[in-house]
């Protein structure tokens, strides 16, 4: 299992996903990576968060209503039973 998940937001940022622990505490951390460009690696910028894992649950569990109200509201397709 990877240690860290990148989803692309944008032309020019990603999404980085990862577990880490500090000071005793694990933790679900999520950050914005841009793209300085002129062939540079991305860099963290200020935006994201960090929750301790006991919560992830209910990240997921919101995760899934938002994604339910955006099927209603035709955001998103309904379910075809495959992948996303």
Known sequence: MPAEIT???NRTQVVRLALA???????LTT???QDP???EPL?????????????LHQLIDALNALEQ?????????ADTGGER
């Open 43 to 55: 860099c963290p910028t200020k935006h994201g968060f960090t929750i301790n894992v006991s919560r």
């Open 7 to 9: 989803i692309r937001k």
């Open 37 to 39: 460009g002129r062939g």
């Open 21 to 27: 622990e500090f000071k005793g505490h694990r933790l």
């Open 31 to 33: 950050r914005v990576w």
């Open 69 to 77: 109200r955006a099927k209603a509201r035709g955001w998103l397709p």
